[in-house]
């Protein structure tokens, strides 16, 4: 292992476990109006009058006529309304906020405001939508011939649902309105997103919108845009009460109201001939919730992905994000990969059943090649070193040998292992990088000789700031003490891009790898320097086509392949994971210890994923808004729990490093339905499966 892989301390870490740390709820409230949003109760209706109580002084309403700039909220298509304009579209869609200085008596009185609604007819099933967001198609070599050549096609559906980020720190931000400069802090991703957002929606100049980002308790994607819509919200109240308004979000709310990962329906048809996959026409349906948000870029990751890491020569996808009066959904780690993968993962292995083949050895005789064709007819540039990986988790998990045990069980505990292989592009889709970020990032030297790091990536646990530290105080040779990495704060840091995608040791720590080497070079002591680094595309790319989808939509991929194996109380119906194996090549790890800890943490939020995590929007209410019926794993759940790194020096990155973030969080969760099909000797086609799915199937099969 190189050097600089060597674990440190994280730079955040003592701060956070001693509570020193200040998140947006720990600052000081005194002078501030606490906000809390009012919100539709209908999941589709018209709205009119708006009855309020009398408001004591100093509390106040607002709604979309307060809007000073445009009443939409800046993220890829404007469609999100700041404030509803006389149209709901969920139950939770925000009509308006109440403001005051008492929390309990703005509670109070928002309890007796009453909307008149004329309810209309709502969509909860993306299958009988009938309105269309977005259409992403894939159109690779001849699907009919393929068709018409193979031995056998085989066709099945299949269904993954809500996923609900839980990060432990709601979502929260104060809002301050000061000599005509909107000031936005709080707990967010990408400060810059939320800048744009708030000076359209203010009708405010660049240089009268500041957004500061406070000590954030995970993102995961889900305050990827969110942050945007409640700072539009809370930028109202505050310019025009003239005073700071804080607006936290309870647990509650927060589930609600904000944003998840999207459910899916794909149909897979798969053609084969001696073996192998020569074709996949493949339908992918996005429930998108009531607004677009985010919805056209998860898609894309979602197509993209929808024929896996095989090498698929005729592929038709054609993917889809439809409406529905649902909590629109957005990012969430993985950023609609996980969806896809769930499905050709399980595909792929019912396909093998019915060969007569393991699994694996199915499915690694069609995985892709390093040279190949990716499915937008890109080229896999780099290794793709999915065959040493499979070899070192299946010796680790002892698959074959229980794969062999396992079979045809009777008794009330019974035994399954699964196993997926996956991949996830780093950064941006497409040309995003290039066109959409542009990023830019910059080298403070003061005359003393500290180099402050001037980036707007924000760290969410994620240790992005130790990250960061360790590429320009290892590049400059000089200690970590020399360099500083703080909060970020639009009006001291340049927009090197928002801190999603996993995109950020690749593409932010690169340019700050650059921008350090010419620094050191340039290194004048006793004098301040500033070095500017802007982003360059890689020139071995292939030019992605954005009409047709085509060409190299990631430079480079992560890879994974994930073991997972469970006992099954038939009695109770319970899943416990007795074993999970994880091998990940994310390029050189700048930190092994952060590393690791991705990989762990992205491993179990996926496990949830595909064992217990079940959100229901019933006829559109989220009913489980709590953590007390909304189960997700704690350290407690998956103790046998494996990782490890397979390391490939990535050419492109800072000391050989590439994405890493996402990639755990993508092949866990069809691992682990595959361990339950095989313990229950079925196939199964959703996710997740639960204890009462186990009792559900365990009756049918009597
Ligand atoms: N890890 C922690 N602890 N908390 C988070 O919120 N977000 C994930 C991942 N790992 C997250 C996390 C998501 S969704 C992304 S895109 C990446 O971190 C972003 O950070 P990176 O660009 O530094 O990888
Ligand atoms: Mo991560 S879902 O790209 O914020």
Known sequence: MKTISKAVPKLDHYEKISGAAKYVCDLPTKGMLFGRMLRSTEARAKFGNITLPELPEGYFFYDKNDVPGVNKVQIVLDDTPVFAEGIVEYIGDPIGLLVGSDERVVNQLLKQIQVEYEVLEPVFDPRESKESFFNVNIDKGNIAEAFANADKVYEEKFHTGLQEQAYLETNGLIAEYVDGKMTIRGSLQCPYYVFGAVAQAMGLENENVRIVQDVTGGGFGGKEDYPSVLACQAAVAAYHSKKPVRIVFDRHEDMIATSKRHPSYCTYRVAIKDKKVIGMDIDVLYDAGAYTTLSLVVLQRGVIGAAGIYNVPNLKVRGEARKTNIVPSGAFRGFGGPQTF????????????????????????????????TSTSGRYHFPVPIPAMTEDVLKASDYYNKKKVYQNQTGRYRRGIGASLVYHGCGFTGNGERDLIKAVVKLKKSKDGMVEVLTAGTDMGQGLFTTLNKIVSSTLEIPMEQVIVALPDTDMVPDSGPTVASR???????????????????????????????????????????????????????????????????????????????????????????????MEGGFVQSLGYGMMEKMEAHNGWIRNSSFSDYIIPTAVEFENLHVMLHVVDYPNGPFGAKGAGELPNVGPAPATIDAIQNAL???LNKAPFIAEDVMNFLREVK
């Not at 595909?347 to 892709?368: C, P, R, S, W, Y």
């Not at 720590?509 to 595309?537: F, P, S, T, V």
């Open 342 to 373: 769930f499905a050709v993962e399980m595909m792929m292995t019912h396909i093998a059943k019915d060969l007569g083949m393991d699994a694996v050895e199915f499915k690694l005789q069609n995985a892709a090649k390093q040279g190949d064709t």
């Open 504 to 598: 950020s040791i690749m593409s932010v720590g690169n340019l700050l790898m650059k921008a350090a080497k010419r620094l050191k070079e340039e290194w004048i002591d006793g004098e301040a320097q500033l070095i500017e680094q802007r982003y360059e595309h890689p020139d071995f790319m292939i030019p992605f086509d954005n009409d047709n989808f085509t060409g190299d939509a990631y430079p480079t991929f992560s890879w994974s392949v994930n073991v997972v194996e469970v006992e099954i109380d038939s009695l109770t119906g319970f899943i416990k994971v007795i074993g999970a194996w994880g091998c990940y090549d994310v390029g050189t790890p700048i930190d092994e210890q952060i590393v690791m800890g991705q």
């Open 681 to 683: 000797d079925t196939t």
